[in-house]
């Protein structure tokens, strides 16, 4: 059974792409660092991207992830601005410095090949590493794939496991993990943590999670402040700090406000997240703005909220998200948008009923909820970039999660659909879709709206 944890589907990177950006820059890392032996030997490197990630890489930062990890940067350490300055030598200079190999000549015009004809065997996400000799010849050769959420393998190996060793409740269905709660008289929040503590001490565990929400309340703080244009041809402005001031200015706790704020703080990550800025993966990056949105709305708009609500609803929507990374994907690119702000729906449905101390019954009906009303979404970015329609649908996933929660709340737990069978049906939904409405951007709003 895949040893997942709850800290590899929350992740701290940066925009605008998990799959797109992040997985990219980990896996030039990953070939750079395996060069070892071979390092004397390379006078030059080649990369070709393929599938998704030629369609939409350059939408996406693909091309700039990969230069900056073949230098050794990773996401979750990355200064952006030292990144921007580098990104500019290597173009103006056409060399690359690459870690234990020293300057390489490398121009990007030419040494990073965007594939459109051919898709790799395993995974749209694909990218092959050339490392290559003085005369030119191929002296390593490994492809890569980036599968969502910033998780990457490499050829036809197993994907790595981060967590070593079985954890003493391990699940990979809905129904698996209700019945070790129920079994072990364990809330789904606290058997997760159990879990989470056999890897790492209960400090770690509580630190990490703490460092998860404070990541996640800097984003959408910084969104909220933050005016401008997006990067991009598109020039797309920048709405959420506006919101936020007229919110301020009216001071109104009505209902239609709440739903406003919500709003605010989704638009505020996805934002950052289409600048560039620092977010968390949750599960990806184009859907990062929806669990961090119902989170700010229990912690600052429900009066009896605390840090323990917030860690409970961290780790059930933890658990939620392992279960799709297990069963189905949450790449954009192979289910559609269903996998992105779809999951993240229902990991957020799931959290704030468990953030209200809900049964493993009712956070397991929220999960299904959240899902159920996402399939067959379809991602299909404009100009290949995470702004249009990827913004606005994390207000729309955040709002009907807090919906979902709140019918689930209203039950006993009982419903006729599964968690399970939503997930599997999202599967087949994904696999079902054409490739044109899976992050390509050739079919949909991609095509049918004018670049601007």
Request: glycine fraction near 10%; proline fraction near 5%; charged fraction near 20%.
């Amino acid at each position: 059974m895949p040893a997942i944890s709850v800290f590899d589907i929350f992740k701290i990177g940066v925009g605008p792409s998990s799959s797109h950006t992040v997985g990219p820059m980990k896996a030039a890392r990953a070939f750079a660092d395996s060069l070892g032996d071979q390092r004397a030997a390379v006078s030059g490197i080649r990369v070709t991207l393929y599938g998704s990630l030629a369609f939409t890489g350059k939408g996406h930062a693909t091309d700039s992830a990969v230069l900056l990890g073949l230098c050794g940067d990773m996401p979750e350490t990355i200064d952006p601005d030292a990144a921007e300055r580098k990104l500019r030598d290597i173009h103006s200079s056409c060399e690359i410095d690459v870690p234990g190999i020293g300057p390489l000549p490398f121009d990007p015009s030419a040494d990073l090949v965007f594939e459109f004809a051919e898709v790799l065997p395993r995974h749209t996400n694909g990218m092959r590493f050339d490392a290559l000799d003085s005369s030119g010849k191929v002296v390593r050769s490994d492809d890569y794939y980036s599968i969502g959420g910033g998780f990457i393998v490499r050829g036809d190996e197993p994907e790595v496991q981060n967590q070593q060793g079985e954890p003493p409740y391990p699940f990979d269905s809905g129904a698996g993990l209700l019945k070790l709660a129920q079994d072990a008289d364990l809330t789904i929040p606290q058997l997760v943590y159990r879990n989470e503590s056999h890897w790492r001490s209960t400090a770690e565990v509580d630190e990490r999670l703490a460092q998860i929400w404070s990541a996640m309340k800097s984003c959408v703080d910084r969104g909220l402040k933050t005016e401008g244009v997006l990067p991009g041809r598109m020039a797309v402005p920048r709405r959420a700090a506006k919101l936020c001031r007229r919110l301020q200015e009216r001071d109104d706790n009505s209902g239609l406000d709440t739903m406003d704020w919500v709003n605010a703080y989704a638009i505020a990550v996805n934002e950052e997240n289409a600048a560039g800025g620092r977010v968390v993966t949750s599960p990806t990056n184009g859907a990062a703005g929806v669990i961090p949105a119902v989170l700010h709305y229990y912690d600052r708009l429900i009066p009896d909220s605390d840090d323990a609500g917030v860690r409970r609803f961290l780790l059930a929507a933890g658990a939620i998200g392992i279960l799709y990374k297990i069963n189905a994907s949450i790449s954009g690119a192979e289910m559609g948008c269903q996998g992105e702000v779809g999951v993240a729906c229902s990991m957020a449905a799931a959290g704030l009923v468990a953030a209200f101390n809900g049964s493993s019954l009712q956070i397991e009906n929220a999960a299904e909820i959240g899902m159920e009303h996402n399939l067959g979404l379809t991602c299909d970015p404009v100009g290949g970039l995470v702004q249009i329609p990827c913004i606005e649908r994390n207000a729309m996933g955040a709002v009907k999660a807090i919906n979902a929660a709140r019918l689930s709340l209203h039950g006993d737990g009982s419903h006729k659909v599964s968690l399970d069978q939503v997930i599997n049906t999202m599967r087949q939904t994904g696999l079902d879709m054409s490739t044109i409405y899976k992050e390509t951007s050739q079919g949909g709003l991609a095509v049918n709206v004018p670049e601007c």
